[in-house]
């Protein structure tokens, strides 16, 4: 099995944290497993790239980002059953046991409220929040064995704009394809 590194660090700069989150193959190439689970994280996080803007809230775009992982859970045969079902159970709960988001300023995990009506806490302009979806699969898990032992989290953060957001973090590498060719020319 090839190990994993996560790297889930930030800093602060003139007052104001980040909070960024990578993962990375330490032999530098993903197994066919390990892209597979990469790819569904990867998917998630750029659906809410898109979905994060004025007048949405993190609990909308944490269920449509939940039938991602579940879907695509389902597809791979970690998860069995009818997506509709899976959702309402929450079946993602054992791989993708946190939440999608956090506010973000002052400290990493800045205070504020979630949830303020039956739609949570409406997103406005100026909202500075990170979008961190995970999927982490116990070693001694009931799933396909390729798939046991693999822990995968994206994290970037961003700011709420007129138009959509801005990601803060957007230079960091996160394709497969540039990690890979990051990792070779390192050697």
């Not at 406005?124 to 982490?136: C, K, W």
Request: some cysteine; charged content about 25%; hydrophobic content about 40%.
């Amino acid at each position: 099995m090839v190990n994993w590194l996560l790297i889930d660090a930030g800093c602060e700069y003139q007052g104001y944290a980040g909070d960024i989150t990578r993962t990375f193959p330490v032999n530098g190439k993903f197994t066919p497993a390990q892209r597979e689970i990469y790819d569904i994280v990867l998917a998630s996080i750029n659906k809410a790239l898109e979905l994060f803007r004025p007048g949405t809230s993190i609990r909308e775009v944490t269920e449509q980002i939940v039938r991602i992982m579940i879907t695509g859970l389902v597809d791979l045969g970690i998860l069995k059953g009818d997506i509709e079902q899976l959702i309402a159970e929450q079946a993602h709960k054992p791989f993708f046991m946190h939440g999608l988001s956090h506010w973000l300023g002052l400290d990493v995990h800045d205070v504020g409220d979630y949830i303020n009506s039956d739609r949570g806490r409406i997103l406005e302009p100026g909202m500075v929040l990170t979008i961190e979806p995970g999927l982490y699969i116990a070693p001694d898990a009931d799933v396909p064995p390729q798939y046991r032992g693999i822990g995968i989290r994206i994290e970037d953060d961003i700011v709420i704009t007129a138009e959509g957001n801005e990601n803060l973090t957007a230079s960091v590498v996160k394709d497969p394809d540039e990690i890979e060719a990051l990792m070779a020319a390192a050697r």
